[in-house]
């Protein structure tokens, strides 16, 4: 009997339970929840321009995306989810909202600049600047600026005269951006902002000017509205069926397959744990989509050891020792795996490039439960399985659920 790899085993198994009893609860409180989870409401708008005759860009669109993030953070919504979708599209998901109605109306407002004075009266508009005509520069210290044109220079040059010397306010909606002094009478109908601004700085107020200029409508395409009461009732359900699940699982392996069946079960035990630390550090949003993805790595960590165990009990039926099984098992299996999680991985990859939404998330998701899977069930379960046959505590084929009447002479 080895002494020294029977207490590897047992360290290394008591290692990764310590890691996971410690660190689990923090994990499933902090993993964010969508909104099938949690409740709230999913939109999808279509964006056009207000102004006939123009085009949405990718900037604006972008532009329109950050606005609506703002406007959601302004309500105090909890990390809401904005993202664009094609040319002319931006998805919108949060969750945990109860004035719904409300929310919905503030979001879809086009975004509003202006150029307010000290006394906060609206000298300016988005519509009085040319489309596209805040760009970037830098003076001669290399210091970020914003050069912007305006359409009718008399009126610009009304506006500077009026507030010579004294602060022009640029806000978007009700957020002030910045508040640049004016410094002379400006006729031509062109301007620099400068200050000490910051380069993403200087880039904000460009890219919210040619917003302004070009101020998006936004059109409900699609909306899902999720109850909170329901969305916890999801969340409790699903997590009750997958401890019911995972208790029969466990059950099965440790009966049909003995010793590699208790192997299984710590390393899906383990893989849990690990989807869990991969969910929180990425700071994904964890759907039903999700969960189905991960239950279904669950079936696939399951069925790898299910392939590796039968090939090692079949090479234990032919007469070969315990290591001598375990050592052909293992390696004529991992190629059957290896292909049909390859496969997997290339079906989840093209669902994630040709999907949207949660399709996307489901795909994603799936992807990491395999790569998980792998790590754990094949690699780290052949490892722990190596340490108890080496150490010879596991000298008998019953050990593997094979009877000695099954066993053929060599």
Do not use: C
């Amino acid at each position: 009997m080895d002494i020294k790899r029977i207490v590897a085993f047992f360290v290394s198994v008591a290692i990764v339970f310590a890691a996971a009893i410690w660190t689990s609860p923090h994990l499933v409180s902090n993993i964010k929840l969508g909104l099938d989870l949690k409740g709230g409401f999913e939109i999808l708008y279509v964006a056009e321009p207000v102004e006939p005759g123009q085009q949405v860009t990718k900037e604006s669109l972008l532009e329109t995306a950050r606005s609506i993030e703002q406007r959601a953070n302004a309500q105090k919504v909890s990390e809401p989810e904005v993202t664009t979708e094609g040319k002319d599209r931006i998805r919108v998901r949060l969750a945990g909202i109860e004035n719904e109605a409300e929310v919905r109306e503030i979001l879809k407002k086009p975004a509003e600049l202006s150029f307010r004075g000290p006394d906060g009266t609206k000298e300016m508009v988005g519509s009085d600047f040319e489309v596209g005509a805040a760009k970037l520069g830098f003076d001669e210290a290399n210091r970020p600026l914003v050069n912007i044109k305006v359409k009718d220079p008399e009126k610009f040059r009304q506006v500077t005269q009026k507030l010579l010397g004294k602060p022009l306010a640029i806000y978007l909606d009700e957020v002030e951006l910045s508040a640049p002094i004016v410094r002379q009478v400006l006729t031509d109908g062109t301007a620099t902002i400068s200050g000490n601004y910051t380069y993403e700085e200087a880039k904000k107020i460009a890219d919210t000017i040619n917003l302004g200029a070009l101020p998006l409508k936004l059109t409900e395409k699609y909306t899902q509205s999720v109850g909170a009461s329901l969305g916890q009732l999801s969340l409790q359900q699903t997590v009750k069926a997958s401890i019911i699940a995972s208790i029969l699982i466990v059950l099965f392996m440790i009966v049909y397959y003995r010793v590699p069946g208790l192997v299984a079960s710590i390393t899906i035990v383990t893989f849990i744990w690990l989807m869990l630390l991969v969910t929180y550090l990425m700071k994904a949003t964890l759907t039903l989509p999700g969960i189905a993805a991960f239950v279904l790595g669950v079936g696939m960590a399951v069925d790898a050891n299910i392939i590796t165990y039968e090939r090692i009990r079949e090479e234990l039926r032919s007469g070969k020792s315990i290591m001598s099984s375990l050592k052909a098992g293992s390696r004529h299996s991992f190629r059957t795996i290896l292909d049909a999680n390859l496969t997997t991985i290339l079906a989840g990859a093209v669902l994630y490039f040709l999907g949207t939404g949660a399709i996307q998330g489901f795909a994603l998701t799936l992807i990491f439960t395999i790569l998980v899977s792998v790590l754990t069930n094949v690699f780290f379960s052949r490892w722990l399985l190596t340490l108890l046959v080496r150490s010879n505590i596991v000298k008998k084929p019953a050990y593997f659920g094979v009877k000695e009447s099954e066993i053929n002479a060599l």
